[in-house]
T-cell receptor
């Protein structure tokens, strides 16, 4: 199956700082999603972004499908942004997940 | 409220017992999925279904079984053949298999 790599694996930020999370994938994909897994384990949809750029408040995402990567930007981070961020790519009939970036925002 | 409901939230099972995890959706989605997550890991696909009465194995289907008798329901049975069943199980659905997926809140299964 397709390989999905996320970096960095762990990230610690001071509240108010900005960050960029990266997702690389090894083959062409039909779509790509970014999720935030909260401390209770639920996956919250952030972006459905097979290509282009989208913004939602302090978060934005860019996918460059031809170069097989996607970036998630978090600006002015807050403690509630803590958790694990996953990207998932869809090729054929299933989604493939990266191993996530664990983000800790400290006050 | 529209969404995906998984039950129970926590489940304890004795070794050698089968257990069934429930997943129900009222989003009128055709495709449904079961994923397994181990600590510090990403999600791995167990089974998926694109339509009623049809389902396909994912990457780690051994020791699991599913059924899809109704569009809104996709229960997962963890059988005694699953050697390491303790994990967090997540159910998802999407309109079609190539479209945006939405997840339930998960079931944490512990074998005691």
């Amino acid at each position: 199956g397709i390989q999905v790599e996320q970096s960095p694996p762990d990230l610690i930020l001071q509240e108010g700082a900005n960050s960029t999370l990266r997702c690389n994938f090894s083959d062409s994909v039909n779509n790509l999603q970014w999720f935030h897994q909260n401390p209770w384990g639920q996956l919250i949809n952030l972006f459905y972004i097979p290509s282009g750029t989208k913004q939602n408040g302090r978060l934005s995402a860019t996918t460059v499908a031809t170069e097989r990567y996607s970036l998630l930007y978090i600006s002015s981070s807050q403690t509630t942004d803590s958790g694990v961020y996953f990207c998932a790519v869809n090729t054929g009939n299933q989604f493939y997940f990266g191993t996530g970036t664990s983000l800790t925002v400290i006050p | 409220d529209g969404g995906i409901t998984q039950s129970p939230k926590y489940l304890f099972r004795k070794e050698g017992q089968n257990v069934t995890l429930s997943c129900e959706q009222n989003l009128n989605h055709d495709a449904m999925y079961w994923y397994r997550q181990d600590p510090g890991q990403g999600l791995r696909l167990i089974y998926y279904s694109q339509i009623v009465n049809d389902f396909q194995k994912g990457d780690i289907a051994e020791g699991y079984s599913v059924s899809r008798e109704k569009k809104e329901s996709f229960p997962l049975t963890v059988t005694s053949a699953q050697k390491n069943p303790t994990a967090f199980y997540l159910c998802a659905s999407s309109i079609l298999t190539l479209t945006e997926a939405f997840f339930g809140q998960g079931t944490r299964l512990t074998v005691v």
